[in-house]
Structures are given as structure tokens and as C-alpha cells.
């Protein structure tokens, strides 16, 4: 395991994870800053321990089935308690968690969330300087209050989907969950501004995000609401062209080119071995061209009616880059745009991440030690450098009740009301390397 | 309690287009004094975008800017004047935060990098997105959402398997990844400075912001060398998980059976058909492999019946389901989001436009957002009631064209 650094910036707080996929990321960004991240699960075990893909240690591990690597990701740092909360006496051990939190991170249905005791109310009047947070599919008031939720369907309901493709597919969804992504990143800002309120002498709070406001951010943007309220417009998607939104700014902040029903502008052209995304422009005509000569006959671009800049057109470049680049790598595309400053990047497969020189250079992939598997795995890493403070993988993600005991001592139980709380079946206090197995399948919580 | 917890943070914001603006919304909707410095001779280039309204050389009608900047405060300094340069560290002195999302090393050029910045304030906050990070070889190279999509795999990974890696119209990383990223690493910060009094600097790469959002299959990657390029809408951990078709034209329904309950609430809806009683679908494995005679069976069911109606009809029967909406439907059909986002914010050039409201909601309350700023609407007001510079050093700035 890697060295730790002296600080951390949220190492005061400590955080109670009652979230389920939505929210698990917001959780992570607490846990990667310092925060002490209590994940509560069930004695059973934590449904998303059985979340595909899955990663097989062999049996030496003495895993119980193979284990999520999703859960991997999104728990490290993190420690986490096995607790009944449909027991009344889980839930009195719950209260006390919370009694003594900085923050409540919930991801409960809202009539889910009021049947196990996590109202806003009840959490203010367990814990007044608590940041409690809920995290849903459509928020904690209007007309589609009840509704259930997924990444898919709040990936229909915002927006994004109708924007995602070909006109002629159906509209398609963007890959790894991105609404659970987004709806955590917000709650995680939502969460972090009333922390700072305590900071400044404030109170605590209640947060609330719900996965279709969060993601519709992405869609309602870019003036899209207003292509309807105002043009009468309906941005689609447009495959390979992106009609509605064309607009050009130059450097100095000019409008150069585009503006509605300008012609498709291209993004992606093929080249000999894949595929790059080209975005010329009128103000990098002269470096455009440069660029292009130095990949073949780009005469029809400086032809004598193009040295009035008011007759060229984006169309113009679209047949001579697309002839051009078919004979040519894509990683040439890519430094050969760049050296020329111009915003050409290559479309690769997430292979082609471990590869990039710039990334590499800057570390950002880290590798951590997994003793209960018997292995080392890299992950995905800092999503920012903070100079005293540095994110940072300190441990893997817990084992299935792997700091209940630890926990209840925080908390002031003793041996015996602990031992007492584990007969009962409230706690369970054996770790296990819990992974996908059909006994925590069926402890899926359903929404019935 | 209060609905606004960013009150007495003051952000001086050098951010422009959309990752960088974005960052620095949720701070000023929630109670931040945001200042957005500007000059007249380099605008925020989304000043210039769509939608428009009028003459095309109006920095003070595009519907963009004023969606991505709400509830900020505007001035201009010409930085281009060590007067400029003066003025901005004056501000810095009573700022906590500095933001900006200018590729390569301007601030450092206008003498305003991080060791410049501490020397007037020493435990001020700075933070620096541009799209490859400050340090490394390509720190110079350029791009924006799309590109950034491209290079990290998204596009590899999105839509359908027999066509070519489109990706999305959205600049999806310029709403999501880099500025929530953003603005929670600023917050951290600032509570850490709170704790012990220091500040520090914060390097945000934006492709490396947008990668961590791709943490499982990165992982899984690394740990089984499997990639999961395109599948269209289908699901790893669950069928039938779909968008399918209604009646119209370009009408669907996502629908996503996520349980083994909702697979029986379901079967009960389509009317228990022989073919839906078969064994092999009680379980996820089973519905898993027959995924694609699932979907064609839920798509003849779907296909002649009206989207909105039958989202309600599996909602009742609590089974996860939305229409593929577009932004008409929106504001003209979905009442819910309407009354929980929509928000329309009248300005004196665009006149009434609609934009999304917070999305973060503290104790209950929906926050109030205020229309974003003309170019240099509150040079005066910062300088007389921020600032509290006296008259005849407002005058002098103003006579010697600092504040353009």
C-alpha cells in the first residue's frame, strides 16, 4: 500500500454511506479527499458487491463468488459496517452513527427513505450541524416524486438520450453510468457548500439532488431549452453533423462563422486505421491548410477565391480532409493538427488510455495493493492535483462488514452489547470477501 | 437556515466558455460574490454564442453566456495594463478563490500564477483547468468536450456495435465532469483552509477529470483486458434494459427491469403471455442471455402505444421506465421537471429566456438565480462597494481607460 501523506482536506469529516449505485460516486469523492467514509450495508452483504463486470481471484482468496470490480472502484478508501437497518435496534445503532457524523449521503427511494427514518426532520433533530443529503431518481417533490429510476431512465427523461446517435438508430445512451455519475459529482458540491456553511459559523442542512435535474444540465444547456422556447427548434441527434448548434468564436471572442441553419458541421472523419475528431475553423484556415499539405494535395483549399476570407466556408474543408486523412494514421492526425495548433484528437478505445504519453507523464493511473485478492490492480485516478492536500488510493474497498467491530467502538459499545448486537443478527462482526453470489442477488432492494 | 451557504465567499472568476463558467454557477447560485473579469478586448468567447439575438457583434445577446453565468457579477479591467494587472491583485487581497480555464501559461504571463497570487494573499485558493493539465508534454495542446469524449474512450463506448464511434452532441464533459470536479475540489480546499489557515493550488486536467468518470471500466480493463466498447442500451446487470419503440415518429421508451420483481410486475402488464411464463426469464442470468428476444418482444408491445401514457402505466406498477425526451417535451410535456427546473430569467437584450435552475436544492428551497452579467455591469459597483476604492481613484482608473 502507498505512503500517505501527512494531510488530508477533508479528514475531520466523517461520512455515512447509505447510498446505492446512484450516489456511491459522491461518496468516493469524500473517501479519495481523507473523509472517514462509513459504508453501511447489509448483514447479507451490499447489493453492489454483485454488480458486473466481475473479477475471479481463485479460490486461495477464500472469496465467497467472484468479486465487482465496480465495487472495488467505487469503495476504496472507504470502511464499511454490516448493519440490519430493518431491525428497530439497527436502526438505534444507525441514529448513533449518525449522532456523531459530519454528513448523511442517502440514495433511498423518498417513501423508502421515510419508512427506515431518514427524513430530513428526523436526521436535523438526531444531529442539528449534520449535512444530510439525498440523492433520487426525480427529487423529494412534484408530480413524478415516486417515480423509479435508472441510469438509462434518467438518461431518457433529461434529455440526453434524443441527442446521442445516428437520426436513423434509436437514441442511445452514454456509456458507465453517467447519470449516477452526475447526480453524485452534484450532491458532492451540494453536500461540500453546507459543510462551509458550518465552517462559517452556519448550521447544518439538508441537500437534495435528483438524477434528472442533475443530468438535464448537460441538455438544457448550450441554449438547447431555447432552440424550443424561442426558435421553435428541437435539437436532435444529428450523427455525424450537429446543425442546430453551429457556431464559430474566434480567439478574440468573434463570431466567425455558423448560427442556425448553417450547414452540418463534420466531427469525425476516418482514418486509414480508425477514426479522429476534426474540428477546423474559418480563423485556423491558414494553419489548416498548412496542415493538410503537409498530408497530400490540398490545392483545392488554396484556390485564388479563397484569399477573400469572406467566401471561405467550413463546408470546403469537409471532401479534402476526408480524402486526405483516409490514407493516414490516426495518431498522426492527431500531433500533426496539434503541432499546428489546431483541435485534432484521436477517438480511441479506453485501451488507447494506458498509452497516452500525457497522461502517463502526469501519473495518473495508480496502482494499488490487494492482499485479499493477491494481486495488484490500477486504477483510474486523480480527477484533480490539489498541492497540500493530494487525492489519494489509500486502502482497497472494505470486505463485507470488515469494520463493524472497529466501528461500534468509535461509537462507545462495549464487548458485551456488542457481542449481544451480533447474536441478535443486527450486526455481523466475521468479514468475508463477499462477491456476486445468488443469496445477495435475491437482497436486491426492490422498489415495490 | 439558510438556502444560500456560499455567503461571504468571494470567487474572482477569470473563467470563460463552458467547463470553466460552469464551475463557478453552482458557487455563485448558492450564495458565492462571484466576480467575472473580463475585458473588452477579450471577452468570454461564449458572449459570442448561439443562440443570438440581433446585431452578431453584441457581447451582451447570446442566450449560452447567459445560461452558464447566472447570478455572477461583471466587470472589466484591461489586463493588457500593469494598472490592470494593479488592480486585479487589489482584488485578489480580499478574494478566497481564483479561478480560470485558460489553456497554457496566460496567467502566468499577466504575473498572475499561483507563487504571484500567494505573495499578496498567502492563503488564497487557486485552481487551473485547462484541457491537459499544467504540467506534461501535451499541456499545450488544444481542445474541448467533444475532443476530450474522442480521446478518452466515450465515444468508443457509445451507441450501437455496426456503427462508427459518434459519441454525443453534447459536450457532456464541459457540463459534468470538469466543473463538478471543479467546484468540490475548490470547496475542499476552502475547508481545509478554514481548519488551518492555508491555501494551495489546484491543477485541474480536464481529460483526466472526464477519465475518472470511466473508473469501472478502466478497471476492469486492467484487471481482465476486456473493453466494453458499443452495445447500444444494453445492460451487463440487467434485462430487458432498453429504449423501444412508440407510436409516432422517433417516439421511445426507455425501459429498465432492474429487479426480479419488476420482471413479474412486468410479465403481469403485458397480460401474462404464454411465451413471458418461461422459466429461464425468473432470473436475471436467464433474461441476460434471451436479452435480445426480450427486446424484440417488449418492442411489439410498445410500438402502437402512446409513450407517455405507457411510462405511467410502469410506473404504477413501479417498474423504472422514461420517455426519450427532447427539449420540447421538456417544457411542453413534463410538468414535473418543469416545475422543479424550469426557469426563465429576463435581460435587457435577450429579453424573457428559459434556462435550467439549480440543480442543487438546500433545505427545500429552490434557489434564485439572477440573470448573468452585461460586459462590465459591476465594474463600478466592485470597485466602489467591494473594493471600497475612494471616488478619486475610481475616477483615475476610469480617465486612464483601465476599465475596459
Redesign the interface.
Known sequence: MSQGPELFALDDLRVIDLTDECGVYAAKLFADLGADVIRVESPKGDPLRTQHPLFDPGPESGAVGPVSLPYLHFNSNKRAIALDLETSEGRVVLERLIGDADVVLESYHPTEAERIGLSADRLASVNRQLVHTSITGFGLSGPHRDYISSDLVAQAMSGLMVLTGFPDDPPARLPAAQAYHQVSLEAAVGTMAVILQRDLGGGGGHVELSMQDALAVSTAQTANLNHWTQLKVVPLRAGTGNPARTFEVDDDGAVTAGGHGAAPRRTIFECSDGWAVITPRLVDWEPSVAWLSELGDASALTAPKFDDPAARQLADFYPVIERLVANVPVERVYHGGQAHGLLNAPVRTMAGLFEDEQLRARGFFVELEHPELGTTLTYAGAPYQLSETPWQLRRPAPRAGEHTEEVLRDLSYSDTEIARLAEQGVVRLEHALVGRTAELRHAERDPS | ??DT?????RVLDFTWM?AGT?ATR??AN?GAQVIKVESR????????????VGD??N?DAS??FN??NTSKLGMTIDLGRPEGIALVKQLVAISDVVVNNFSGTRMERWGLDYEALRAIKPEIVMMQMPV??T?????D????G???L???????????PD??????????PD???NP??????L??????R??TG????????Q???T??????????????G????RT??A????AP???Y?CAGD?R???I?V?????WR?LRELLGNPDWAQEERFDT?EGRLAASEELDVALANWTHDQDRYELMERL?SA??????????????EH????R????TYLEHPELGI?????E??????QRAELTRSPLLGEHTDYVLREVLRLPDDEVDALYLAGVLQ
Open positions: 437556515m439558510s451557504p456560499l455567503s461571504g465567499i463552458i460552469m453552482p458557487l448558492l478586448a477579450r471577452v468570454d468567447g461564449m458572449r459570442m454564442g448561439n443562440i443570438r452578431p457583434t457581447p442566450v449560452v445560461d452558464c491537459m493539465g504540467t506534461g508534454p501535451l499541456r495542446y488544444r481542445g474541448n467533444p475532443h476530450i474522442a480521446m478518452l474512450g466515450f465515444n468508443d463506448a457509445t451507441g450501437f456503427r462508427p464511434p459518434m459519441g454525443t452532441d453534447v459536450a457532456y457540463f459534468s465532469a463538478n470536479h471543479g467546484a468540490f475540489a470547496l475542499a480546499a476552502l475547508h481545509y478554514q481548519r492555508r491555501g494551495q493550488y489546484i491543477d485541474l486536467s481529460i483526466e477529470s477519465a475518472a468518470l470511466l473508473g469501472g471500466p478502466l478497471l476492469e480493463y486492467t484487471a481482465t476486456h473493453l466494453i466498447g447500444g442500451n445492460d451487463r446487470n440487467h434494459h432498453g429504449v419503440p422517433d421511445w421508451i426507455a429498465a432492474t429487479t426480479d420483481g419488476m410486475r436475471v410506473q413501479r417498474i423504472a421506465a422514461g420517455v426519450t425526451q427532447d427539449v420540447r417535451d421538456l417544457v413534463d410538468e414535473h421537471w416545475e422543479r427546473q424550469l429566456t428559459a434556462t435550467h435552475g440543480p442543487i436544492r438546500i433545505n427545500g
